[in-house]
């Protein structure tokens, strides 16, 4: 059995992300989720936060690591030994993105395959910015996230007031 990278801005994790890192992890032998350092979005969270809340949220899984990565995606999958890359697929919508991503990484670096898992119905809905956006606007969100995730999302909104 291989090792996967699973990379993304996990900015911040969520359940729909730990749904696919335990589905992942049945299937290869280790999964590195890999937090992106400098994603092309305006983040809430820190990289150092990011990386923290990533870890904490999968700490009850024994083959996941959680690192953070500069660059290129297939290079860092190339540097950590993992020559698969997981993405998670929501919707139709994710589609062509992702099928953009997966041939540009294919492009760039033929040794490396990208595997998409569909997502569970339960959290085909959640994505980060959802998250932060109900979050700042007081909304429930306690099902989505993992406790640490919870706290650190009330303590951005409510004694920083960050903007989602
Ligand atoms: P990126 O900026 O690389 O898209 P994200 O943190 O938004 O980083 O997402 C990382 C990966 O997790 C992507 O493959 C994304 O499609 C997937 N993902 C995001 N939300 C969900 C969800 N609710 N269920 C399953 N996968 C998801």
């Not at 996990?10 to 589905?23: A, K, L, S, T, W």
């Not at 590195?32 to 994603?39: E, H, L, Q």
């Not at 085909?124 to 932060?132: E, T």
């Amino acid at each position: 059995m291989t090792r996967a990278l699973y990379p993304g801005s996990f900015d911040p994790i969520h359940y729909g992300h730990v749904d696919i890192v335990q589905r992942a992890a049945v299937l290869f032998a280790e999964i590195i989720v890999a937090v992106y350092d400098t994603p092309s979005k305006r983040l809430l969270f820190t990289t150092e936060e990011r990386h923290e809340l990533a870890r904490l949220s999968l700490a009850h899984l024994a083959n996941v690591e959680v690192v953070v990565y500069q660059g290129l995606t297939v290079q860092a999958a190339r540097d950590l030994g993992t020559p698969v890359i997981v993405r998670g697929l929501r919707a139709t919508s994710d589609y062509e993105y992702e099928a953009q991503l997966a041939q540009t990484n294919k492009a760039l670096a033929p040794d490396v395959e990208v595997v998409c898992l569909f997502t569970s119905l339960k959290h085909a809905y959640l994505s980060s910015s959802i998250l932060k956006e109900v979050a700042a606007l007081r909304g429930d969100y306690a099902a989505w996230v993992s406790e640490p995730v919870y706290h650190a999302l009330q303590a951005k909104y409510q004694v920083e007031g960050g903007v989602p």
